[in-house]
């Protein structure tokens, strides 16, 4: 059984489209993560939501919205996608202190 | 000063050595600390968390100093399948928000 799952795991795109990341976790958890992770491996978190409410908002570009409809969902819609955005997002849960990572969605956009 | 900063390697030893990681962080008053292995094209998973007075797991022993501000992860008879990168993670007081280091690549050689 898949904890944390994300989909879809690789997406190609062009400059300027829109596209959406979904995330799923059957753990029970309260907090949900969206990390990105750049080419040199540097994890970085964007968001995180608590029981539905947003608790992380970092420095992200406003055309990345995260939207969770249930605790147990979290889904990442990207706007006017950039060449910058080509990166491995990988969605998080976690309930105490331990995080468990989803496989991450391989995002290129050319 | 980075949040968290860890020496990226590559760490090349042989099968069986002992090989050791630090990882230094700024904020003087973190309490959670984590070292998490991510094998290449994967998610990154929790090895160990590290408590202060320091813990084991096999072959893998995770210290904290406080005087210092590091964490450090080492490897005893080191196996191929230890081959992985290494990132250390911090939970700053007070929030949700787990700040990782860029990792430590370790590649075990036959």
């Known amino acids: 059984d898949t904890a944390v799952s994300q989909t879809p795991k690789y997406l190609v795109t062009q400059m300027g489209n829109d596209k959406s990341i979904k995330c799923e976790q059957n753990?029970?958890?309260?907090?949900m993560y969206w990390y990105k992770q750049d080419s040199k491996k540097f994890l970085k978190i964007m968001f995180s939501y608590n029981n539905k409410e947003l608790i992380i908002n970092e420095t992200v570009p406003n055309r990345f919205s995260p939207k969770s409809p249930d605790k147990a969902h979290l889904n990442l819609h990207i706007n006017s996608l950039e060449l910058g955005d080509s990166a491995v997002y990988f969605c998080?849960?976690?309930?105490?202190?331990?995080?468990?990572f989803g496989p991450g969605t391989r995002l290129l956009v050319l | 000063r980075k949040e968290v900063e860890q020496d990226p390697g590559p760490f090349n030893v042989p099968e069986g050595a002992t090989v050791a990681f630090n990882c230094t962080y700024s904020?003087?008053?973190?309490?959670?600390f984590f070292w998490y292995r991510q094998d290449c094209r994967k998610e990154p998973k929790l090895l160990m968390s590290?408590?202060?007075s320091g813990n084991e797991d096999g072959r893998f022993t995770a210290q904290l100093n406080r005087a210092s501000q590091y964490i450090s992860l080492l490897i005893r008879d080191s196996k191929l399948s230890d081959s992985a990168t290494y990132l250390c993670?911090?939970?700053?007081?007070?929030?949700?928000?787990?700040?990782f280091g860029t990792g430590t690549r370790l590649k075990v050689l036959a």
């Open positions: 753990l029970g958890h309260d907090t």
């Open positions: 998080a849960s976690s309930q105490s202190e331990t995080q468990y």
């Open positions: 590290v408590y202060s």
């Open positions: 904020n003087s008053a973190s309490q959670s």
């Open positions: 993670a911090v939970n700053p007081p007070g929030t949700y928000k787990y700040i």
